[in-house]
């Protein structure tokens, strides 16, 4: 069992940068694929981010490509996401998920474990 608690959302203003965190407890972190979804009001949840459980591959959409970095350190059980030049459709709950495989996925249904998730709003 692996419980996720995001943190470090907020209210930014278009252009902005903010910095998600995601620890985790429970067995060994760096034997999960970990990533980030988006979900905005009223859409469904959204691949945005992923990387591999040695933290040596990370994947991106197009949407996000240049502007958001994963990264994690497994030492501190810890998963990040750095988000720059933020748009007014980055608004909406920001979720980091945990898969019990090594590598990256893009559908929800491939993640195992979800955090309760942080807000993330962008004013345009």
């Known amino acids: 069992q692996v419980q996720l608690v995001e943190s470090g959302g907020g209210l930014v203003q278009a252009g902005g940068s903010l910095r998600l965190s995601c620890v985790a407890s429970?067995?060994?972190?760096?034997?999960?694929?970990m990533g980030w979804f988006h979900q905005a009001p009223g859409k469904e949840r959204e691949f945005v981010a992923g990387i591999t459980g040695s933290g040596g591959n990370a994947y991106y959409p197009d949407s996000v490509k240049g502007r958001f970095t994963i990264s994690r350190d497994n030492n501190k059980n810890t998963l990040y996401l750095q988000m720059n030049s933020l748009k007014p459709e980055d608004t909406g709950v920001y979720y980091c998920?945990?898969?019990?495989?090594?590598?990256?996925?893009?559908?929800?249904?491939?993640?195992?474990?979800w955090g309760q998730g942080t807000q993330v709003t962008v004013s345009s």
């Open positions: 998920a945990a898969r019990s495989r090594l590598g990256v996925r893009s559908q929800s249904s491939e993640y195992d474990y």
């Open positions: 429970g067995r060994t972190f760096n034997n999960y694929g």
